[in-house]
């Protein structure tokens, strides 16, 4: 055995003493919970009026989820070999530091807390706060409790900057104060966090199984149907695609491969945090047989779901909208919203809510209540179980002497990384106040993908260099779907720099700019305290 082969045991020795502080608190059913809870926010119900704007066609809809699923399930498969390899705390994380080395890891884990995972939370938190003003109207982005600033739109280059409100709206206060509720709930031990995540994951996936189940039986609608399917299915396929490059550039032409490959902004972004049950892999019981199991399982189930939402909205709603109204009447200027909702399509379902012109059509008025109480629902759940298991980045950071070193202890009693979660609730409420997450979130698609494509390659790195190294589970398909893997995800993120710079190289800087804080924060290292190599 070489020397190579012998490092990975020795440090998944040492590894392991720090988890074993941890409580082995989540089993196959939480951990899988964990995957679909984590995965189904909003994004579902939003995001296929932008992607079938950009496709133009029904069958480019749900191709660009099947491309979406595809890749998914390839990235969990492959993950599964490195979580069940190395099941501690930080998941990829610790993935990337010991295929790449300590500055990848912390490139990831950088991004990860100062807009992933936290921009995702505030992000999410206020759409919480959105649908709940539907009930209580006094909630708004516009009633103002303390308003600072507005900072006006600048353009540098392909970046468009400020354009934000800054200050404390009843729907921003709404975001901070779930973000606290569940960051405070989560101290209190791994079994708490896991019954809320599994209470509100099963009421989510339910939710979105009902709206497949229901638009199957009693949904359809024979002028979506007549608009959608048919000889209209494969409209546009094998056309030239409009694309305007980057904010106010010009309009090109591209391929079918290419407008699918720009489509995948919205549909990967709303499957991703699927890797999120990695970071809690100090506390999952069994990790080298449910750390795979779960993600596989988790991602299966919700990409299902995804796909059959979207052939439910097809069902429902016509892509490009039509002129008939629901009693058949001609569409007039006076028509009312609920009368007119196919008039608008999927292409320009109001604000984007796909899912609730959906719902307008099968239930009608009640639908917006009942969309209304879903995403609040998915938000609460999606909100707790990527608090719960970003603080343990933070906390497998720390414990390399590269974040705060107090995140890198746990509570005495309950055994959580309880001062991770409180510097992970502090950044997220500043950003919910400041109004820049979902401008951050723009950023970071790209930077997304780009560690997705850094940690499969890192499978193959292993691989050659930890021939003989433990493996309780081998990645599906290994070499050829991993590589495949790599070879669309290059694909898509090399058209992002192209034709949507405006979302890529603000993301590549922001990962960057991690590097001078690496060497500094490893210059400040206590001394005797291990170096990260």
């Given at each position: 055995m070489s020397v190579e082969a012998k490092a990975i045991p020795a440090q998944a020795s040492a590894l392991g003493g720090e988890d074993r502080e941890f409580i082995k608190g989540l089993g196959l059913t939480s951990s899988t919970m964990l995957v679909m809870g984590s995965m189904i926010g909003s994004g579902i119900f939003l995001v296929s009026a932008e992607i079938a704007r950009e496709v133009d066609s029904p069958a480019l809809l749900i191709g660009a989820w099947v491309v979406t699923a595809f890749m998914t399930m390839v990235a969990a498969l492959s993950y599964g070999e490195l979580a069940a390899m190395m099941p501690h705390a930080g998941g990829q994380y610790v993935y990337l530091r010991e295929a790449l080395g300590p500055l990848w890891g912390f490139l990831y884990g950088w991004t990860l807390f100062l807009v992933i995972q936290t921009g995702t939370i505030a992000a999410v938190g206020v759409a919480f706060g959105r649908f709940l003003g539907v009930f209580f109207p006094t909630i708004s982005s516009t009633h103002w409790l303390i308003h600072f600033?507005?900072?006006?739109?600048i353009q540098i280059g392909p970046m468009v900057l400020g354009n934000m409100d800054v200050g404390l709206s009843t729907q921003s206060l709404m975001a901070v104060l779930l973000v606290v509720v569940l960051s405070v709930i989560n101290i209190f031990g791994v079994k708490t966090g896991a019954i809320i995540q599994d209470i509100f994951t099963f009421a989510k996936v339910s939710a979105l199984l009902g709206l497949v189940l229901f638009g199957l039986a009693k949904g359809r609608n024979a002028v979506a149907l007549a608009a959608n399917f048919?000889?209209?299915?494969?409209?546009?396929?094998?056309?030239?695609?409009?694309?305007?490059?980057?904010?106010?550039?010009p309009i090109v032409l591209v391929s079918t491969l290419t407008i699918l490959a720009v489509a995948q902004v919205g549909s990967l972004f709303s499957a991703d945090a699927w890797n999120n049950v990695t970071f809690t892999a100090g506390e999952v019981k069994n990790p080298k047989r449910n750390l795979p199991l779960s993600l596989a399982i988790g991602t299966g189930v919700v990409l299902t779901l995804y796909i059959g939402c979207n052939l439910i909205y097809l069902n429902v709603l016509p892509l490009h909208g039509t002129c008939q109204t629901l009693n058949g009447a001609v569409c007039t200027a006076s028509a009312p919203d609920s009368a007119a909702v196919l008039n608008h399509g999927i292409q320009h379902a109001t604000e984007d809510r796909v899912a609730?012109?959906?719902?307008?059509v099968m239930f009608g008025s009640i639908g917006a209540y009942l969309m209304a109480i879903a995403i609040m629902v998915s938000s609460f759940g999606c909100n707790n179980g990527l608090i719960l298991s970003g603080a343990r980045v933070y906390y497998a950071m720390a414990r390399d002497g590269l974040f705060f070193r107090g995140a890198g202890k746990?509570?005495?009693?309950?055994?959580t990384p309880v001062a991770s979660l409180m510097v992970q609730m502090v950044w997220i409420c500043i950003l919910c106040v400041s109004g820049s997450y979902s401008q951050l979130l723009d950023y970071v698609v790209f930077a997304v993908l780009v560690f997705y494509i850094l940690t499969i390659a890192g499978l193959f790195v292993l691989r050659y260099k930890q021939p003989n190294a433990e493996r309780p589970y081998r990645a599906f398909g290994y070499p050829v779907l991993p590589a495949i893997y790599i070879v669309m995800a290059v694909f898509i993120d090399v058209v992002l720099l192209f034709y949507k710079p405006q979302y890529t190289w603000p993301g590549l800087i922001i990962v960057l700019l991690g590097i001078p804080v690496f060497y500094i924060w490893r210059s400040r290292r206590p001394r005797g305290q291990a170096a990260v190599v």
């Open positions: 600033a507005k900072v006006p739109p048919g000889a209209n299915f494969w409209h546009n396929v094998h056309s030239l695609h409009p694309v305007q490059v980057g904010v106010g550039g609730t012109a959906a719902l307008n746990l509570h005495p009693t309950y055994k």
